[in-house]
Nanobody, 122 residues
Framework: QVQLVESGGGLVQPGGSLRRSCAAS????????MGWYRQAPGKQRELVAT???????NYLDSVKGRFTISRDNAKNMIFLQLTRLKPGNPADYYC????????????????WGKGMLVTVSS
């Protein structure tokens, strides 16, 4: 079984920083991409940042220059450094592992962490 365990959510003042982490465990041969999504109340879940195995990264336009995603492929971990945070409604940030290969020639599945709340408020 594959499980994603997250840490690092919480309350931060505007302009402050948080660092999220996520570790995938289980019998894993390869994970094509890992990333972070967020969902505010009443809104659709949206991509924040992804990091593919070939080294490509992608960011939500509104977080470019402020958030940085990194990945440790050997440990099946990803991190998200959130800086210069802006005030707004709290949002749950979810870790995602895309196309997780658990056996040879398998197409792969998508797995999600439970999510952690990030609140930016003074």
């Amino acid at each position: 079984q594959v499980q994603l365990v997250e840490s690092g959510g919480g309350l931060v003042q505007p302009g402050g920083s948080l660092r999220r982490s996520c570790a995938a465990s289980g019998t894993i041969f390869r994970i094509w991409a890992m990333g972070w999504y967020r969902q505010a109340p009443g809104k659709q879940r949206e991509l924040v940042a992804t990091f593919t195995q070939d080294g490509s990264t992608n960011y939500l336009d509104s977080v470019k220059g402020r958030f940085t995603i990194s990945r440790d492929n050997a440990k099946n971990m990803i991190f998200l450094q959130l800086t210069r945070l802006k005030p707004g409604n709290p949002a749950d940030y979810y870790c995602d592992a895309d196309k997780v290969i658990t056996e040879p020639d398998y197409n792969g599945k998508d797995y999600w962490g439970k999510g952690m709340l990030v609140t930016v408020s003074s």
